[in-house]
């Protein structure tokens, strides 16, 4: 069974950092791309980031270019996404999301993957 869980939300003052992670377990880890979408109340689902198995190529959405890395720890079967320099349009519930596919296959729509996670809460005040 594929199993993510996200962790590492929270609150956080305008400027600050977060690092979510998203534990993978159910399937072999090196062979799917993972991903983050976020969604924040009254707005669409928004593909964040995302980072392919094989070649670790990478997409960020333009609104976090600069500011949030992904990466991922194959001896933890954890990715990671390094958030820097939030902002208070970056509230929202954070998604992790994973399937065979390569990241370039969905582009911003990083929510079309096969399996997600249940969340993780960030809230970034001025």
């Known amino acids: 069974e594929v199993q993510l869980v996200e962790s590492g939300g929270g609150l956080v003052q305008t400027g600050g950092s977060l690092r979510l992670s998203c534990a993978a377990s159910g399937f072999p880890f090196d062979d799917y791309a993972i991903g983050w979408f976020r969604q924040a109340p009254g707005r669409e689902r928004e593909g964040v980031s995302c980072?392919?198995?094989?070649?670790?190529?990478?997409y960020y959405t333009d609104s976090v270019k600069g500011r949030f890395t992904i990466s991922r720890d194959v001896a933890k079967n954890t990715v990671y996404l390094q958030m820097d320099s939030l902002e208070p349009e970056d509230t929202a519930l954070y998604y992790c999301?994973?399937?065979?596919?390569?990241?370039?296959?969905?582009?911003?729509?990083?929510?079309?993957?096969?399996?997600w996670g249940k969340g993780t809460l960030v809230t970034v005040f001025s």
């Open positions: 980072i392919s198995s094989s070649d670790g190529d990478t």
């Open positions: 999301t994973t399937d065979r596919r390569k990241c370039s296959n969905y582009g911003p729509k990083i929510y079309g993957m096969d399996y």
